[in-house]
């Protein structure tokens, strides 16, 4: 018999921060919190799609937080950004998750994160989702099933794709992220009535939100969303703070092996694939079209101003896209401009 494989140390960020959040953890417990589900709206497939998991399946994505009993959570979570991210995880808690008049029992990770995919049959569209932990209180969310007919999805970064933020400058950023109201950010002029204008041509497209920030941000950005008028998706994103092997993760490598994991899972579809031009979206968006053409509808990339590419990048050469190959690429400086160039290439 071989010898069971040895679990990979933890890198020292990431004991660190265990070490903090279960002292954290057991004081609140100690003071009365109890445990609170806090559910993100997952996806899934219907019968008839095929797909890797064989079966129909939703994805289920949620968080296991200290929260007060019975507390106002939603006026919580409506809080200023910084108190968002001042949250203490219930590492590796036990979850029942409902769903499709079936019940699951799960296990979320070390950062408090469920993310599972459940072999349930449903219906296209939104479907409700109750995440109940261990001793705690549940959440309520949902999941939107695609259907076998569905053409095609839209994938779309942003942080200055929808939502002008001038991440790059630290400072700047720092300030939109954990002081500035929510309500005082702007969108990208004419992103909503780009989608919106892409859906009424396919009324079954799949929309996903794909962005390096942190599950944090979260709720602040479906109210951002939803405030602005852009269609309903799922929210992709990251886990905040040390990884198990080093202090950051690559925000290159997440974008890369979501797009991935929705080309594997949802085949059916060609993906409008929605980003900027001041960082990695280039690079990330060639790599896709070389590995996969045919799934790739079209590339949208936002330009960026001048001033907008020197805090983004320096003085470094914008990437190029010659790599997409046969996909068409569009440039445009606003959703106004994108629209009116996709429709053009025929691609609307």
Same mark, same amino acid.
Request: net charge neutral; hydrophobic share 40%.
């Given at each position: 018999?071989?010898?069971?494989?040895?679990?990979?140390?933890?890198?020292?960020?990431?004991?660190?921060?265990?070490?903090?959040?279960?002292?954290?953890?057991?004081?609140?417990?100690?003071?009365?919190?109890?445990?609170?589900?806090?559910?993100?709206?997952?996806?899934?497939?219907?019968?008839?799609?095929?797909?890797?998991?064989?079966?129909?399946?939703?994805?289920?994505?949620?968080?296991?937080?200290?929260?007060?009993?019975?507390?106002?959570?939603?006026?919580?979570?409506?809080? &200023?950004?910084?108190?968002?991210?001042?949250?203490?995880? @219930?590492? *590796?808690?036990?979850? #029942?998750? !409902? +769903?499709? /008049?079936?019940?699951?029992?799960?296990?979320?990770?070390?950062?408090?994160?469920?993310?599972?995919?459940?072999?349930?049959?449903?219906?296209?569209?939104?479907?409700?989702?109750?995440?109940?932990?261990?001793?705690?209180?549940?959440?309520?969310?949902?999941?939107?099933?695609?259907?076998?007919?569905?053409?095609?999805?839209?994938?779309?970064?942003?942080?200055?794709?929808?939502?002008?933020?001038?991440?790059? &400058?630290?400072?700047?950023?720092?300030?939109?992220?954990? @002081?500035? *109201?929510?309500?005082? #950010?702007? !969108? +990208?002029? /004419?992103?909503?009535?780009?989608?919106?204008?892409?859906?009424?041509?396919?009324?079954?497209?799949?929309?996903?939100?794909?962005?390096?920030?942190?599950?944090?941000?979260?709720?602040?950005?479906?109210?951002?969303?939803?405030?602005?008028?852009?269609?309903?998706?799922?929210?992709?994103?990251?886990?905040?703070?040390?990884?198990?092997?080093?202090?950051?993760?690559?925000?290159?490598?997440?974008?890369?092996?979501?797009?991935?994991?929705?080309?594997?899972?949802?085949?059916?579809?060609?993906?409008?694939?929605?980003?900027?031009?001041?960082?990695?979206?280039?690079?990330?968006?060639?790599?896709?079209?070389?590995?996969?053409?045919?799934?790739?509808?079209?590339?949208?990339?936002?330009?960026?101003?001048?001033?907008?590419?020197?805090?983004?990048?320096?003085?470094?050469?914008?990437?190029?896209?010659?790599?997409?190959?046969?996909?068409?690429?569009?440039?445009?400086?606003?959703?106004?401009?994108?629209?009116?160039?996709?429709?053009?290439?025929?691609?609307?």
């Amino acid at each position: 018999m071989n010898a069971p494989a040895e679990t990979p140390a933890l890198h020292i960020a990431a004991v660190l921060e265990d070490t903090v959040n279960r002292r954290l953890v057991g004081l609140l417990r100690r003071r009365g919190w109890v445990p609170h589900a806090q559910v993100h709206r997952g996806y899934g497939a219907a019968a008839g799609v095929p797909a890797p998991h064989g079966v129909p399946w939703v994805r289920v994505f949620g968080r296991v937080l200290m929260s007060r009993p019975q507390s106002p959570y939603q006026a919580w979570v409506r809080s &200023r950004g910084w108190r968002s991210f001042f949250t203490a995880q @219930v590492e *590796h808690a036990q979850v #029942r998750v !409902e +769903v499709g /008049g079936q019940v699951f029992d799960v296990r979320a990770d070390r950062a408090g994160l469920v993310d599972v995919v459940l072999a349930v049959e449903l219906t296209e569209g939104r479907h409700e989702v109750v995440m109940t932990p261990l001793g705690g209180e549940p959440g309520r969310g949902e999941v939107v099933v695609v259907p076998p007919d569905a053409e095609c999805g839209l994938v779309s970064d942003i942080d200055d794709t929808v939502m002008v933020t001038w991440l790059p &400058r630290p400072f700047i950023a720092a300030w939109n992220t954990f @002081v500035r *109201h929510e309500t005082a #950010r702007a !969108e +990208v002029p /004419g992103m909503p009535d780009l989608y919106q204008e892409f859906l009424r041509e396919h009324p079954k497209t799949f929309v996903v939100y794909l962005s390096t920030g942190a599950w944090n941000t979260a709720p602040f950005l479906r109210r951002f969303l939803r405030r602005h008028g852009f269609p309903v998706g799922p929210l992709l994103l990251t886990d905040w703070g040390p990884t198990n092997t080093g202090w950051f993760r690559s925000g290159r490598e997440h974008k890369l092996g979501a797009l991935r994991r929705l080309r594997e899972e949802l085949p059916h579809l060609t993906w409008l694939l929605v980003g900027d031009d001041g960082q990695h979206d280039p690079d990330i968006y060639s790599t896709v079209a070389r590995e996969a053409p045919d799934s790739v509808r079209a590339v949208l990339l936002r330009e960026l101003s001048p001033a907008e590419q020197v805090l983004s990048r320096g003085l470094t050469p914008p990437e190029s896209d010659e790599g997409m190959g046969p996909v068409p690429v569009v440039h445009g400086g606003d959703g106004y401009r994108l629209a009116e160039r996709l429709r053009a290439v025929g691609r609307m």
